[in-house]
Nanobody
Framework: QVQLVESGGGLVQPGGSLRLSCAAS????????MGWYRQAPGKQRELVAT???????NYADSVKGRFTISRDNAKNTVYLQMNSLKPEDTAVYYC???????????????WGQGTQVTVSS
């Protein structure tokens, strides 16, 4: 069984920083893309950033230049460094991992449980 566990959310003032982590554990054979998504109240879940196993990254226009995604393949962990946070960044942040577990020959998407990020003075 595979689990994705996020950490690092919280309350921060505008202009502040937070670092989110998401560790994948369990019977994992291989992981390709990993990423972060967010969902604000009353809105649809949206992509924040993704990173491939080779390190190629993609960002939503709204976070470019402020957020940085990275990963540690040895630890099956993806990070999101968030700087210059704005109130509109307030949301539940979810990590997603496309991985192959020991019970399958296919890759499938796994999601974390979400972590709340609130940007407010």
């Amino acid at each position: 069984q595979v689990q994705l566990v996020e950490s690092g959310g919280g309350l921060v003032q505008p202009g502040g920083s937070l670092r989110l982590s998401c560790a994948a554990s369990g019977s994992i054979i291989s992981i390709n893309a990993m990423g972060w998504y967010r969902q604000a109240p009353g809105k649809q879940r949206e992509l924040v950033a993704t990173i491939t196993s080779a390190g190629s990254t993609n960002y939503a226009d709204s976070v470019k230049g402020r957020f940085t995604i990275s990963r540690d393949n040895a630890k099956n962990t993806v990070y999101l460094q968030m700087n210059s946070l704005k109130p509109e960044d307030t949301a539940v942040y979810y990590c997603k991992s496309n991985l192959r577990d020991s019970g399958s020959v296919y890759y499938r998407a796994y999601w974390g449980q979400g972590t709340q990020v609130t940007v407010s003075s």
